[in-house]
């Protein structure tokens, strides 16, 4: 019984560590994007760029996933385009550009561990760039006078599209651990990303249709495309064949990353670039 | 128990085929508010080793022990250690001190507020008020090296490591940061240090390692060393020369002395005081215990041994 609540006590101390090392991520990206506005405003000049473009409806700049002809669609299509580069790439540049400020090794000195501390950094830099998304379109909203209307129920998909691309951020993190320069592996990345967002497999029929459920984030795409491009409601049982999908590509990223990160301090090259 | 304990460390690394052995059976020990100097040529394993305590290379065998918790197996090991690695900035140059002080305390346990307390008293004490709000690019050398310091202390950690901590800091900076190492052992925490600057390690060290192609070659005590590799002999050297009448009273007590020298060399440790008998009243400039530095013995170490392989 003691035992049981010492555990218990324990664990939440662990979430309120985490949580703080979220909060610290969080003030420590949000200092250096305000710190240097050319960089920032850069970034933002480009979200801006293409979001006006989209409510202009040049719908050829929204990139290559559309779910319909609708503005909403059109927007949900770029978001999860650039927010799953963003994530699958943002682990990875983490590395190399730690690597190459010399801090790298300052951060796997944390008694969190490094997949912790990686995962809790890339969720902080996600979260800024939510934001920074949000401010922008609900600017664009009252500049244009269209007003875009989401259904609650696409967070749940998106959320399981975020965790496979988190999983593959650390498989391509582990890469960049192992041989340090990966920008053309990450190029090469952006292909498969392609076919894996926009491939239809939800309708895809025998084998194929079961092959969807195993790619990583096809399935919470899938779900996706039916909710804004043919109105359909939320399947529960797809709903959980992609939240699988999701954990089970997060788990091996993480396991990955894992070995990646033994394997280079056997090799003694964490700090190396 | 020791702070920490390192025993029978390996390591080799492949090249090309070829296995190059960088750290061959180290072993050591560090005690509570002991400063113990890893000495070694370019190459030798120091940097190799550090890693292996601070859990950033994994060893081929032996074990680490930090407060008797293995870094490698155990991550809460790396709350009782503080490392200020070479050839790294340790910070992040965009943030300020007192940010980066904030960052690193949650980093490793803290909460935000205690990191920023506890980030403010260091600044305080090393004398870096002044510049907390200051990007750390735009400090000094010396600055960032001592803001580098503090925030490998703000989990206050029981063991610090610090390679080569005075590397390309001018005078002022350099005294800084030995007196900040004085400071901290002083307080009871156990101080790994690693430096070329051989007088720095005489200075601060209570015991010294030598590393040489991978295996410690000496391990003792730093004065115990010195005296060691000291000879018993004096050195008098007098404000004008002998003359002729005390250079012969000397050579029958069997010392050959140059008339215009003033300097004389006393092997026999028993005739000091009927050499003295006989320079008297003449004025003497200095007496002293001829003593080797730690430079001389440095050389000496790592030169026997290779001259023995050779």
């Known amino acids: 019984m003691a035992k049981g609540k010492g555990m218990k006590a324990k664990r939440s101390t662990q979430v309120l560590d985490i949580f703080r090392l979220f909060l610290a991520e969080f003030k420590r990206a949000w200092i250096q994007f305000k710190r240097y506005p050319a960089e920032s405003i850069g970034g933002v000049f480009i979200i801006t760029s293409v979001f006006y473009g989209l409510f202009l409806s040049a719908q050829y700049i929204a990139g290559p996933i559309q779910f319909g002809d609708k503005l909403d669609s059109v927007i949900v299509g770029y978001l999860l385009w650039s927010l799953s580069i963003f994530v699958i790439t943002d682990i990875a540049g983490t590395l190399q550009s730690e690597a190459q400020t010399g801090t790298l090794e300052q951060l796997f000195l944390t008694s969190f561990g490094a997949r912790t501390l990686f995962l809790v950094r890339a969720i902080a830099d996600l979260a800024i760039q939510l934001i920074l998304l949000g401010v922008i379109l609900s600017i664009i909203m009252v500049l244009t006078g269209r007003y875009l209307s989401f259904p609650i129920a696409l967070i749940l998909p998106l959320g399981t599209v975020l965790m496979g691309a988190y999983g593959l951020g650390f498989v391509m993190g582990g890469i960049s651990l192992l041989f340090k320069r990966i920008q053309q592996v990450l190029a090469i990345f952006q292909f498969a990303l392609l076919f894996l967002l926009t491939a239809p497999t939800e309708e895809w029929s025998g084998i194929g249709h079961i092959v969807g459920y195993f790619l990583p984030m096809s399935p919470g795409a899938g779900l996706l495309r039916n909710l804004m491009a043919r109105d359909a409601g939320l399947n529960g049982g797809a709903l959980a064949i992609a939240l699988l999908n999701g954990a089970v590509y997060l788990t091996i990223g993480l396991l990955l990353f894992g070995w990646a990160e033994r394997e280079t301090k056997r090799r003694g090259k964490l700090g190396g670039y | ?310």
């Open chain 2, 1 to 310: 128990m020791a702070l920490l304990q390192v025993t029978h460390l390996q390591k080799h690394y492949g090249n090309q085929g070829k296995r190059i052995r960088a750290v061959d059976d180290v072993s050591l020990n560090l005690a509570a508010g002991e400063v113990l100097a890893f000495l070694g040529p370019n190459g030798a394993g120091k940097t190799t080793t550090i890693k292996m305590i601070a859990g950033l290379i994994v060893p081929d065998r032996g074990q680490v022990a930090v407060v008797g918790k293995n870094p490698h197996r155990d991550p809460s090991a790396l709350r009782s250690l503080g490392a200020v690695l070479e050839g790294n900035r340790n910070l992040y140059w965009r943030l300020t001190p007192e940010e980066n002080l904030e960052y690193f305390g949650v980093l490793r346990g803290l909460s935000a507020r205690e990191a920023r307390l506890r980030g403010r008293r260091l600044l305080e004490r090393f004398e870096l008020m002044h510049k907390r709000t200051t990007v750390v690019q735009q400090l000094s050398r010396g600055m960032q090296q001592k803001v580098a310091i503090a925030v490998a202390l703000i989990h206050e950690p029981q063991l610090i490591l610090l390679d080569e901590p005075t590397l390309g800091l001018d005078v002022e900076a350099t005294q800084t940061v030995k007196r900040l190492v004085r400071e901290i052992a002083a307080e009871g925490r156990g101080i790994l240090l690693t430096t070329h600057q051989l007088d720095i390690a005489e200075e601060l060290s209570d015991r010294v390692a030598v590393i040489r192609q991978g295996q410690i070659v000496a391990e003792k005590q730093t004065a115990e060393l010195i005296q060691e590799f000291s000879s018993s002999a004096y050195r008098i050297e007098l404000e004008q020369s002998i003359g002729v009448d005390r250079q012969a009273k000397l050579a029958q007590l069997g010392l050959e002395i140059d008339l215009s020298s003033q300097t004389l060399h006393l092997a026999d440790t028993e005739l000091l005081y009927a050499v003295l008998a006989i320079l008297q009243p003449l004025p003497i400039l200095r007496i002293e215990r001829d003593r080797a530095n730690l430079t001389d013995i440095f050389l000496q170490l790592v030169q026997e041994q290779a001259s023995g392989e050779g």
